[in-house]
């Protein structure tokens, strides 16, 4: 990777020549909590991301021994006020929709505890990968507080008798039990974290960009659609996807049983 540009406050951004752009929380001192600072943050990187042809792939890392804490309910109980709260919670699911809604696949690298937010953080993100010892936990019902809006990607991450049952009790998950659930796709080592992620993020760079950017669109599309519905909207979109020419080109290639001719970035 390219040496990463001066690191700001919160979050440190890393783009290599490949277009492999790395957002790593840098706010350790408060477990890279999800403050007013941090989302804003966030919310700056992924819309210059959104707005950049040549992106592949992103990777969420942090710094410390959280990956991510979730919300501040310092911050948060020192404003007892409902529009504060809102305004938090919208801001907060606009960021989480952000990641979403990007062309490229983003994959979350969780070396530490993933709480409340902090864990609706990994699940929403479209892959992850958890170290041996990554904690997992929807926790703000010790404090009285149901995880809400963490049960949002979480439910859709989770078993529903899974979900529930971290949401009920706050208890912590261990990274092998995520596995298992399907809220992580892969655990390694911590000292082979770095590798694991970079596995997934060579098979997504071999992929045409054009086919990622449709796939991912379609796959959140469909999913909250009836099977019929979604079998229609899929099929319009691997109609689209087959006009386009990196999937031309692997057709012929299927066809002449040979490897595709793609460019770097996946096009032809």
Same mark, same amino acid.
């Given at each position: 990777m390219t040496a990463p540009s001066a690191p700001g406050p919160l979050l440190d951004t890393a783009r290599?020549?490949?277009g492999v752009v790395t957002l790593t929380l840098a706010d350790p001192a408060r477990l890279n909590a999800l403050g007013d600072g941090m989302l804003a943050a966030l919310q700056q990187a992924l819309d210059a991301i959104a707005q950049d042809e040549g992106a592949r792939v992103v990777v969420l890392a942090a *710094?410390?021994?959280a990956f991510c804490a979730g919300h501040d309910l310092k911050d948060m109980a020192a404003h007892p006020d409902g529009a504060w709260y809102r305004r938090l919670f919208a801001q907060c699911s606009r960021m989480m929709l952000s990641i979403q809604r990007l062309p490229v696949? @983003?994959?979350?690298? @969780?070396q530490g505890i993933a709480t409340a937010a902090g864990c609706q953080l990994v699940a929403q993100c479209d892959l992850a990968v958890a170290a /041996?010892?990554?904690?997992f936990a929807t926790s703000g019902i010790h404090y009285g507080l149901f995880c809400a809006t963490p049960s949002v990607p979480l439910v859709r991450n989770v078993p529903a008798k899974q979900a529930m049952e971290m949401l009920l009790t706050g208890d912590f998950i261990d990274a092998r039990t995520a596995l298992a659930q399907g809220l992580v796709n892969r655990v390694a080592a911590p000292e082979a974290l770095d590798a694991e992620v970079e596995s997934l993020v060579r098979s997504i760079l071999g992929k045409p960009r054009a086919a990622v950017a449709m796939g991912k669109a379609l796959f959140y *599309? +469909?999913?909250?659609?009836?099977v019929e519905a979604a079998y229609q909207l899929a099929g319009q979109?691997?109609?689209?996807?087959?006009?386009?020419?990196?999937? +031309? /080109?692997?057709?012929?290639?299927?066809a002449e049983k040979r490897v595709p001719a793609w460019k770097p970035g996946g096009t032809h």
């Open positions: 290599d020549g490949r *710094q410390g021994k696949p @983003v994959i979350a690298r @969780v /041996e010892g990554a904690r *599309q +469909q999913r909250e659609l009836g979109a691997m109609a689209t996807n087959m006009l386009d020419a990196a999937a +031309q /080109e692997g057709a012929r290639a299927f």
